[in-house]
T-cell receptor
């Protein structure tokens, strides 16, 4: 079982729909990242959060530390949101580590 | 463009050859990371530098892999005696900070070993 799991693996939506992508993890973490990867490889960091909720434009990320779960929401989705969305966590060790563990990603296609 | 550059963007090589990739991070960033991503999977951590010191290495980084960051600026990742299983996207990221921080990713180098 992967330490970081995402659902769904694939998601097709119509333009304008509200989208939710989920991430569950099984380890203690110091922070969780949401990343966006477009075809061709480029990865952009969307959010980094350790508690609560963050909002940037049409994107909202939430995290529940007790339940070890995070969600990424996209409001009023648009075809340009089509990409792979990846959840990554930094494990909380006794010592310092900066290693990120990644989920396998959610492939989102938003149709016009 | 995040400001992190990687060279080359694509590399095709024959099994058994050595390859070297370069990453130029954002100039003031003290931390640099290497990741590997295979098709349909999320990235996997390979190694991490703080300035010129290599502080963490994954078990994925066999003795055929070596990474350097000699002056705390650019970094190189060398794979010796390449194998077909080394075919992947190699991603570099950089960040600045002491505690939790955002990582900025380069465009990646796609390696194909024939």
């Amino acid at each position: 079982k992967n330490e970081v799991e995402q659902s769904p693996q694939n998601l097709t939506a119509q333009e304008g729909e509200f989208i939710t992508i989920n991430c569950s993890y099984s380890v203690g973490i110091s922070a969780l990242h949401w990343l966006q990867q477009h075809p061709g490889g480029g990865i952009v960091s969307l959010f980094m959060l350790s508690s609560g909720k963050k909002k940037h434009g049409r994107l909202i990320a939430t995290i529940n530390i007790q339940e070890k779960h995070s969600s990424l929401h996209i409001t009023a989705s648009h075809p340009r949101d089509s990409a792979v969305y990846i959840c990554a966590v930094r494990i909380r060790y006794g010592g310092a580590t900066n290693k990120l563990i990644f989920g396998t990603g959610t492939l989102l296609a938003v149709q016009p | 463009d995040t400001g992190v550059s990687q060279d080359p963007r694509h590399k095709i090589t024959k099994r058994g050859q050595n390859v070297t990739f370069r990453c130029d991070p954002i100039s003031e960033h003290n931390r640099l990371y290497w990741y590997r991503q295979t098709l349909g999977q999320g990235p996997e951590f390979l190694t991490y530098f703080q300035n010129e010191a290599q502080l963490e290495k994954s078990r994925l980084l066999s003795d055929r892999f070596s990474a350097e960051r000699p002056k705390g600026s650019f970094s190189t990742l060398e794979i010796q005696r390449t194998e077909q299983g080394d075919s992947a996207m190699y991603l570099c990221a950089s960040s600045f900070g002491v505690v939790e921080e955002t990582q900025y990713f380069g465009p990646g180098t796609r390696l194909l070993v024939l």
